[in-house]
């Protein structure tokens, strides 16, 4: 499913107090093989609330519902007509009024080196692919090694971009490499995007990243832009190297727990449940 956000609604959240929430039914839209969907859920589950799971990508019902709020991108967590996108759990956090903090998120320049390795990781595997499979649709969504692949790259960028005050637009995730790029062009693009966080990171005057920069869910720091950018990336090379494992391929030197330390990606690889 292509989504994109209807620009008419505020991407601020709406919060809710305890007593709404009494008695009222609380809905999760989501898709399959969605970094944030997927985090989304874990979080309300760990958290002991339960909630009406509706995969928009398969439930043509579900979907209609979703834009019946006026919304065209997913995860979003609503109590009636009321909503909250998902890319940040401090949304989801005040949205439904909740007792918790999520962990603070690591220092700047420690995810610029996770997330640097993690792009390296994906040239890498996406060097591995054979021209057969590079292009077949992956489970139960609509995207392929080739999608995928492409997408953590361009997943960073729009991470680099924001530092620059150009707007992360959700329309943007959803961009395609060129019909007639192979796995060595899409990994020399990897490579280009690697070096541009590496040389944005060398002449960033304001290293603390307390800037704030313009996202479709709002205004919001480039620390908490720069951490969604790395563990965003990082969840989906996740889901390249299971993609490799499905033909039998050994990703070549797959991502640890030491690399993944510190960044909230999710417990699970690919979100094939309700």
């Known amino acids: ?4 956000v209807n620009t008419a609604m505020s991407a601020t959240p709406q919060p809710t107090t305890a007593s709404t929430n009494a008695g ?10 969605c970094s944030s969907c997927l985090r989304t859920k874990e979080f309300l589950t760990k958290q002991g609330i339960a909630f009406e799971s509706i995969d928009v990508h398969n439930d043509p019902a579900g979907r209609d519902a979703l834009f019946e709020l006026g919304v065209r991108s997913v995860p979003v967590v609503a109590i009636g007509m009321r909503y909250t996108f998902c890319q940040s759990i401090n949304d989801v956090i005040r949205f439904l009024d909740l007792k918790t903090d999520p962990n603070p998120p690591l ?11 993690v792009l390296a990781a994906n040239v890498r595997y996406t060097r591995q692919f054979g021209d057969a499979y590079f292009r077949e649709p992956f ?4 995207r392929t090694p080739a ?9 960073a960028e729009m991470g680099i971009e924001a530092a620059r005050q150009i707007d992360l637009r959700f329309e943007s995730f959803d961009d395609q490499p060129p019909a007639d790029w192979s796995q060595q062009d899409i990994a020399r693009r990897g490579e280009s995007v690697r070096q541009r966080l590496l040389d944005w990171w060398d002449s960033e005057a304001d290293r603390s990243l307390s800037y704030e920069v313009p996202t479709y869910y709002g205004r919001r720091s ?9 563990w965003h990336a990082a969840q989906h090379t996740r889901q390249v190297a299971l993609m490799l494992e499905r033909e039998n391929i050994a990703a070549d030197g797959p991502l640890t727990r030491d690399d993944l330390a510190g960044l909230p990606v999710p417990d699970e690889v690919w979100d094939d449940q309700k």
Not at 139 to 142: A, D, L, S
Not at 222 to 230: G, K, Q, S, Y
């Open 147 to 155: 999608g995928l692949t492409f997408h953590v790259f361009r997943v």
């Open 222 to 230: 480039m620390h908490e832009v720069l951490e969604r950018t790395a």
């Open 107 to 117: 220092p700047p320049a420690e995810l610029v080196e996770k997330l640097a390795h």
């Open 139 to 142: 489970r139960n969504r609509n």
């Open 1 to 4: 499913m292509s989504t994109t």
């Open 24 to 33: 009222a039914k609380i809905r999760v839209f989501w898709q399959p093989g």
